[in-house]
C-alpha cells in the first residue's frame, strides 16, 4: 500500500516563528487532507489539498503531485497552534475514500 | 452541516469482557462511515469502513467488529477484550466524495 511519511516528528518553536512541514508519499494521490489534533484529541480539518496551493488565515498549504510531496506552512505561530499535525492520502484507485495517515509531527509553541 | 457524536468519550474495561462504541451522524444522508484507531498519540489505523446499512468492510484482522444498523449509526464491538485493544477510537464520515470529518473519539483502556 502507499506510504506517508512526515517530518519532522517533533518541533518545538518559540510564539511567532515560522515552521514548515513535509508530508512525502509513494505513490499517486487523489486526496490529500491536512489535519491538526487538538490536545483533547479532536481531528480538525485544515486542508483538503490533493494539488495546488490554498491558504487560510496564517495556514497555507501547497502539494506537489507530480513530486509526491505536500508542505504545511505555519506563520506567525500561537501557542494554540500546538498539537500533531497529520497528512492523510488516498490513493489513486483506492475505493470508498479510505485515507492512510503519516506518522504526524508534533508541534510545541512555547510563549 | 454534519455532526458526528461518539459516545461514550472515554472508558475503562476489564480484559475479557465486552464492548459497545456507538457512531452517530447528522446533517448528511447515506454517508460512508468509518472507524480509525489511534495508540500512542501518533498514527490512525483505518478499522472499518461501510457505504451502506449492513455494509461493513474491515481492513485488518482483529479482535473488533463492526455493524451499521442504520444510516447514521455504526457500532464498533468487541465479544471479548484483550490489552491490546486500548486505544482512541475516531469515527469518521466521507463528505462530497472528498473531505473526512471525525467525531470527537473515545478512550478506551482496557486494564
Known amino acids: 500500500g502507499i506510504q506517508v511519511e512526515q517530518s519532522p516528528p517533533d518541533l518545538i518553536l518559540q510564539e511567532g516563528a515560522n515552521s514548515t512541514l513535509r508530508c512525502n508519499f509513494s505513490d499517486s494521490v487523489n486526496n490529500l487532507q491536512w489535519f491538526h489534533q487538538n490536545p483533547w484529541g479532536q481531528l480538525i480539518n485544515l486542508f483538503y489539498?490533493?494539488?495546488g496551493t490554498k491558504q487560510n488565515g496564517r495556514l497555507s498549504a501547497t502539494t506537489v503531485a507530480t513530486e509526491r510531496y505536500s508542505l504545511l506552512y505555519i506563520s506567525s505561530s500561537q501557542t494554540t497552534d500546538s498539537g500533531v499535525y497529520f497528512c492523510?492520502?488516498?490513493?489513486?484507485?483506492?475505493?470508498?475514500?479510505?485515507?492512510?495517515f503519516g506518522q504526524g509531527t508534533i508541534l510545541t509553541v512555547h510563549p | 452541516s454534519q455532526t458526528i457524536h461518539q459516545w461514550p468519550a472515554t472508558l475503562v474495561q476489564p480484559v475479557g469482557s465486552p464492548l459497545s462504541l456507538e457512531c452517530t451522524v447528522e446533517?448528511?444522508?447515506?454517508?460512508?462511515l468509518y472507524w480509525y484507531r489511534q495508540a500512542a498519540g501518533r498514527g490512525l489505523q483505518l478499522l472499518f469502513y461501510?457505504?451502506?446499512?449492513?455494509?461493513i468492510s474491515s481492513e485488518v484482522p482483529q479482535n473488533l467488529s463492526a455493524s451499521r444498523p442504520q444510516d447514521r449509526q455504526f457500532i464498533l464491538s468487541s465479544k471479548k477484550l484483550l490489552l491490546s485493544d486500548s486505544g482512541f477510537y475516531l469515527c469518521a464520515l466521507l463528505q462530497r466524495g472528498e473531505t473526512q470529518y471525525f467525531g470527537p473519539g473515545t478512550r478506551l483502556l482496557v486494564l
Open positions: 492523510a492520502v488516498r490513493a489513486g484507485g483506492t475505493s470508498y475514500g479510505k485515507l492512510t
Open positions: 446533517g448528511t444522508s447515506n454517508p460512508n
Open positions: 461501510s457505504v451502506g446499512i449492513g455494509q
Open positions: 489539498i490533493p494539488s
